[in-house]
Structures are given as C-alpha cells and as structure tokens.
C-alpha cells in the first residue's frame, strides 16, 4: 500500500497571549497541533515591547515537542510590526502570521526583509484573512511568495466588517469562508477555520467544528484549551475512518492489478482521486497515531 507524503497536522492551533507568562509556559504541554504565540490583538499597546520578550524567550528556552510554533506579529504598519517580524526572523520559530493582510505588498515586503535578514527558508508565512478587501484579494495573496504555508481566518474580525450577528451556522460567513478555502487550495495551501469565542458552549463548537471539516478547512484556531479535545477530534481521522480508507486504496490496488482502472468498493465507484484522498487520509492517522504512542528505547521496534 502507497502512503501520501508526510501530512502535518494542523487540525488544532492555539491562541497564547505573549504578556501571559503561565500560558505561555504551560502551551508546550498541551495536545495542540500548533501554538500562535501572540503580540497582537491578545496584547495591550503598554505591554508589546514586554510581550515580545517573553515570547522570543519562551521559544529560546521550552521544548515545544511536535507543536507548529507561530508568532502573531502587529501589523507592519503598526510601531510594533516591523521590529516583531526581524525579531521572529532568526528566533527559531515555524512561522510568522500577518495579520490584517489585504493585498500581497504585505506578504512581499515581509519576504523581503526575511530574505535580507537571512531568515532559513524553513520559516514560513501564516496569513490572516479577517477584512473583506482581504477576502477579495485572496486569490492574489495566497500565491505572492513560496513563503507562504497557511491561511488563518478571522471570522470575529470579518463579521463585524460585515456586520452581520454572530448566529449558530455562520450562513452570512459561508461564501466567503467557502471563497477563502477555494483559494487556499488552489494556492496549494493550508487553511484554519476561525475561533469560536463562547468558550463554555462546547456543543456550539463542536458543531462549528464539524461545519469547518464540511467546507474543507484543515483545522481551527482556539482560544482556550478545553476546546483542543472536540476539535481534534473533529479534524482528525478516527480509527474506523483509518480502517476504511486501508480498505479502499486495497479495493483499487486489487482492480488496478487485473488491469482495471477502477473498481467498486463497498457499492461505491472507486478512481484514482478517491484514492489520492484516502492515501492522505491514512497519512494524517498515521502521523497522528506516531505522535501519542509512547516513546521506544533506542533500537526497539513497536509491537
């Protein structure tokens, strides 16, 4: 059986306040897929500087294991945006998210002074889409520099532009979530749905949760950690769904070896597309599984 190439989780990323010292230090330990460490909107104007600190501390000296590290810069048209970014440049951080971007001068200049500042090309761009002219340009945005990894929604942001009320189903959101994941994927990019702000209604989020996986999205941006177990849960790939994608590349690998070019799995029509998406389905179990089993001794093999 032929696997997809290696899939990075991002089915939960985490907002932690920079100027918040005991979240930042418990966020190395918590079962995020990612972690955005954040100096903008989480930070008062009085504590940036101060933020900034504890942040390029926190990933000089914790031990984030698998977790995506990003920092959440100021806008670059802020007093803050342009020291953030080279202070991030060289900090040994996954990734630097933008926020408020509306046209691909942003992400180009960003590149830029990563380039001059001699930024390892493993840094990558995260970039918000959270305004409606940032929701129109897109298209434009997304594919302006090879930088780029993943567009982040901002659907609190984008709702107010759009002043619509926040309503269980998000319907006044849909087409333009819809438009950003189209976007996004034929970029080639990742995509995080938005956060959810009621933290004590789980129910709502899980449903929110499992409306994003519906419009395509890669996973979602969270703002307290009881939301991480609903939403990897609806991000991830259960065992059973593990199951059924082995059982259908197997089901094609069969036909395909009798020369046939599809095959019927399950009373379903099976192409190379559906196995293209159950290849990297299994993908992201496997990587998933990897990453909760316990740890071997150097030189043991699981059983």
């Given at each position: 059986m032929t696997l997809a190439p290696l899939t990075l989780p991002r089915r939960s990323v985490l907002y932690v306040p920079g100027s918040n010292a005991r979240a930042l230090a418990k966020s190395a330990s918590l079962p995020a897929d990612g972690l955005i460490l954040d100096l903008e909107d989480a930070v008062l104007p009085a504590a940036k500087l101060g933020a900034r600190a504890a942040v390029l501390a926190a990933v000089a000296e914790q031990a984030f294991g698998h977790r995506e590290v990003v920092v959440r810069i100021n806008a670059l048209d802020t007093e803050w945006g342009m020291g953030?970014?080279?202070?991030?440049?060289l900090s040994g951080v996954d990734g630097i998210l933008l926020p408020k971007v509306e046209g691909a001068a942003t992400l180009l200049k960003a590149a830029y002074v990563l380039e001059q500042m001699g930024a390892p090309d493993s840094l990558r761009l995260w970039s918000m889409a959270e305004t409606p002219r940032g929701i129109l340009n897109l298209d434009a945005i997304a594919r302006c520099t090879p930088r780029l990894s993943v567009?982040?929604?901002?659907?609190?942001?984008l709702g107010k532009a759009l002043r619509v009320p926040e309503v269980a189903g998000r319907a006044a959101l849909v087409p333009a979530l819809a438009h950003c994941v189209l976007a996004a994927r034929a970029a080639g990019l990742d995509i995080l749905d938005g956060v959810y702000a009621r933290l004590t209604d789980l129910s709502g989020f899980e449903a929110e949760c499992l409306q994003g996986r519906q419009l395509g999205f890669d996973g979602k941006t969270l703002l307290h950690p009881d939301q991480l177990p609903l939403c990897?849960?609806?991000?991830?790939?259960?065992?059973?769904?593990?199951?059924?994608?082995?059982?259908?590349?197997?089901?094609?690998?069969a036909a395909a070896a009798s020369g046939a070019g599809v095959a019927v799995h399950e009373g379903r029509l099976v192409e190379r597309l559906h196995v293209e998406a159950a290849q990297r389905q299994l993908a992201l179990y496997q990587t998933i599984h990897d990453r909760t089993m316990p740890t071997q001794a150097p030189g043991t093999r699981p059983a």
């Open positions: 953030d970014l080279q202070a991030a440049a567009i982040v929604l901002g659907t609190a942001d990897n849960d609806a991000f991830g790939v259960s065992a059973t769904e593990a199951a059924g994608a082995a059982e259908l590349i197997a089901a094609w690998e």
